[in-house]
């Protein structure tokens, strides 16, 4: 699916529009045949400063004008109220001669109609709900589609209204909206998203005791317009919102953070504005000079992964519904949603917070995607790996590990040959394993790794626990147990000294069938699990003996696991046991080596550099010490890659599947077993 954004300067401008729209609705006068009335106040907030635009140029006060009406609902009937008193001042008398509403004291919902003169002037009031919002409607229908209301509480008896002070916080925005180029869109929804829960009110009720109650509040709205805007470079389009804002927000809330507007076409997102967050404050109507559109940028949301693969300067933008993948929701449309930077390998971090001139990131944002929340991440001018979480009410809900990279994998295609294969950065490299079963296109490198050269810290990559998504930092330092680990770097550049680690034991779940880790995993991506030899056979999936899941990373039904370390169109490989073949390279990484004897023969191996590089394809694994599943380093000279299985052993002490290649006897095998909860680097394979 393809999006198109529109990037609109980042300031408001100021000064206000002015307008010379003239009403002309042969509306006949409001009739005074015993009226029943109530007096709406929507609050003048006169004295404040603008929030948007020069001094008080920006803003001014909501006034009621002539032939104003409000239509007012409860349950079961509606009436019309026109406005007798009060022109051109903020608060006005309004009078029917319904008497439908006598006696009646269950709730009421009020709401201005389209063609009140106040929203359809420029001196006031002013929007176009379209001719689908009627006056007549029934409550259902304006409550449905977000209609308008207004204020305050009120009881009829007797055919008298009794007002009450209480009033919803009432504004007006009003964007002069111009593209600069690209062709016209028809615009037939607007949605303004804010930055906080409950920012605005749908819809008011009151009580007949003259109590207000909010309902329907949320983080955005969204108003539908009928006939449709056309957005074009030609020419400038007004338009107007009325929005009813939550009176408990405050200003100090917002500071720092987005609003977002969004321009729909049918269903798909054609526009998306993203603005400092404003208090607008009850009683003002805001205005502003231009709202240019600087241009229209075709956009690819890109498939779901837990890990996405960047060149320096380049961008993505993809759903966050990998959340969900496993089948538990945890992120829906509707929630308030942050996204932040958990932490990464280069000082320069998140441009946005860091500062910094080279950065790793350089912007990372929410967006609003066809079918929910997407990220939209670029990066910066360094190559390195970065995590990054989407947070609801303070709790990780998912996080993606951002790989920047010149290396692009999927950037051509295998020949029919085995062999090695140039792409972008680097190369792939197709072989067929030891049995004929399997044709295999490999990564030149471990995951994480920003190159793929012998002898260099930055080709060991990141390491995994087995059947997590979340990576954690190798050992970059030569096989010594005193040595400092590579220090990784919050959002503005502060080292991390050390990744929390806490027992299996301590994870979150209680013992017993059924009972896991995994979301405790999911919430907390960068703490590192240890679990002893004797527990689970050292996994970090439960603190029981026989509770694990071997489908973590290899579904029983087959295809991609939810929680695959590896980028859109790869897959932690397979290890695909052959007969009794078990101190072999098999499956994925079968015919790397036979035996022991035959390595030797095989393989060319650099002591100094503790390089093993194949002398046909030209794989080369850079020995890394893994991390323990105690959570210390192992200090001999070793590489164990992560398979998606279990070993060839099923009675073996460890239930995680690897392939091993080492200079300690030369050989490679993948029938070893290995403790999950320790952690080894990945070599991703084609997902075909």
């Known amino acids: 699916m393809k999006k198109r954004i529109l990037f609109f300067m980042s300031l408001f401008l100021a000064g206000m529009v002015s307008c010379s729209e003239q009403y002309e609705n042969e509306m006949n006068d409001p009739t005074e045949d015993n009226p029943t009335e109530w007096k709406v106040g929507l609050g003048l907030g006169s004295t404040t400063r603008a929030l948007?635009?020069?001094?008080?140029?920006?803003?001014?006060?909501?006034?009621?004008?002539?032939?104003?009406?409000i239509t007012v609902f409860n349950n079961t009937v509606s009436a019309t109220f026109s406005l007798d008193e009060g022109v051109g001042t903020s608060t006005g008398l309004f009078k029917t001669v319904s008497s439908d509403f006598e006696n009646q004291v269950n709730y009421y919902a009020v709401y201005a109609p389209r063609d009140s003169v106040s929203f359809t002037s420029g001196t006031g009031l002013a929007v176009n709900f379209g001719s689908n919002f009627l006056m007549d409607g029934t409550a259902d229908e304006f409550v449905s589609d977000n209609m308008i209301m207004s204020s305050p509480a009120f009881q009829f008896t007797d055919n008298q209204a009794t007002a009450a002070t209480i009033s919803v916080s009432t504004s007006v925005l009003e964007l002069p909206l111009t593209l600069s180029s690209g062709e016209p869109l028809n615009i037939n929804a607007i949605k303004l998203i804010a930055p906080v829960a409950d920012y605005f009110v749908t819809r008011a009720v009151f009580d007949g005791e003259g109590n207000v109650s909010y309902t329907e509040k949320s983080s955005s709205i969204t108003l539908n317009i009928y006939p449709t805007i056309?957005?074009?470079a030609s020419e400038t389009t007004v338009v107007k919102f009325v929005l009813w804002t939550n009176p408990a927000i405050t200003e100090a809330s917002l500071a720092g953070q987005e609003m977002v507007f969004e321009f729909y076409e049918v269903q798909d997102v054609v526009?998306?504005?993203?603005?400092?967050?404003?208090?607008f404050e009850a009683g003002n109507y805001y205005s502003v000079n231009e709202f240019p559109c600087?241009?229209?940028?075709?956009?690819?949301?890109?498939?779901?992964?837990?890990?996405y693969m960047i060149a320096p300067g380049d961008s993505v933008i993809f759903s966050t519904l990998q959340a969900n993948a496993d089948g538990t929701t945890r992120i829906s449309p509707a929630d308030v949603l942050t996204v932040e930077y958990l932490w990464g390998d280069q000082p320069g971090a998140l441009k946005t917070a860091s500062g910094a001139t080279d950065a790793l990131i350089d912007a990372l944002s929410l967006v609003e995607l066809e079918n929910g929340p997407g990220i939209s991440v670029t990066a910066g001018s360094l190559t390195g790996n970065a995590v990054i979480a989407v947070k609801k009410n303070d709790v990780i809900c998912w996080s993606w590990h951002i790989w920047v990279t010149?290396?692009?994998?999927?950037?051509?295609?295998?020949?029919?040959?085995?062999?090695?294969?140039?792409?972008?950065?680097?190369?792939?490299q197709k072989y067929t394993n030891v049995d004929g079963a399997v044709t295999n296109v490999f990564m030149d490198r471990n995951i994480g790794a920003t190159t793929a050269a012998a002898g260099l810290n930055t080709s060991k990559g990141l390491q995994y626990q087995w059947g997590r998504k979340d990576p954690f930092r190798s050992h970059w330092q030569d096989f010594e147990n005193n040595t400092e680990e590579p220090p990784v770097y919050d959002k503005a550049g502060t080292p991390i000294t050390t990744f929390e680690t806490v027992k299996t034991t301590d994870a979150g779940m209680a013992a017993g069938a059924g009972f896991n880790n995994v979301e405790y995993t999911v919430q907390n991506p960068d703490v590192f699990i240890t679990a002893g030899n004797n527990i689970n056979k050292g996994d970090w999936y439960s603190q029981t003996n026989e509770v694990a899941d071997d489908a973590l990373w290899k579904p029983a039904g087959g295809g991609k696991s939810p929680y695959d370390p590896c980028p859109a169109g790869w897959r932690v490989p397979s290890n695909l046991n052959s007969g009794d073949v078990s101190n072999n390279a098999s499956g994925a990484f079968g015919g790397l080596g036979a035996?022991?004897?035959?390595?030797?023969?095989?393989?060319?191996?650099?002591?100094?550099?503790?390089?093993?590089?194949?002398?046909?394809l030209g794989f080369v694994f850079v020995l890394s010490p893994?991390?323990?599943?105690?959570?210390?380093f192992l200090t001999t000279r070793i590489l164990n890659l992560w398979t998606n299985g279990q070993p060839y052993n099923p009675t073996n002490s460890a239930n995680g599947s690897i392939t091993q290649v080492a200079t300690d006897g030369f050989y490679a095998n993948s029938g070893t077993g290995q403790r999950r909860a320790c952690a080894l680097h990945v070599r991703c394979v084609k997902d075909d």
Do not use: M
């Open 294 to 307: 600087e241009g229209i940028e075709d956009i690819e949301v890109v498939p779901l992964a837990n890990c």
């Open 626 to 632: 893994q991390r323990r599943n105690t959570g210390v």
């Open 52 to 69: 948007i635009g020069d001094a008080d140029n920006g803003k001014r006060p909501v006034t009621w004008e002539l032939y104003d009406e």
């Open 595 to 616: 035996t022991g004897a035959d390595f030797t023969a095989t393989y060319t191996v650099n002591a100094d550099t503790t390089t093993v590089s194949h002398k046909t």
């Open 271 to 279: 526009c998306e504005i993203r603005k400092p967050a404003i208090l």
């Open 230 to 232: 056309i957005l074009s």
């Open 406 to 428: 010149d290396y692009a994998p999927s950037g051509a295609q295998p020949g029919q040959a085995d062999g090695n294969y140039n792409v972008p950065g680097g190369i792939i």
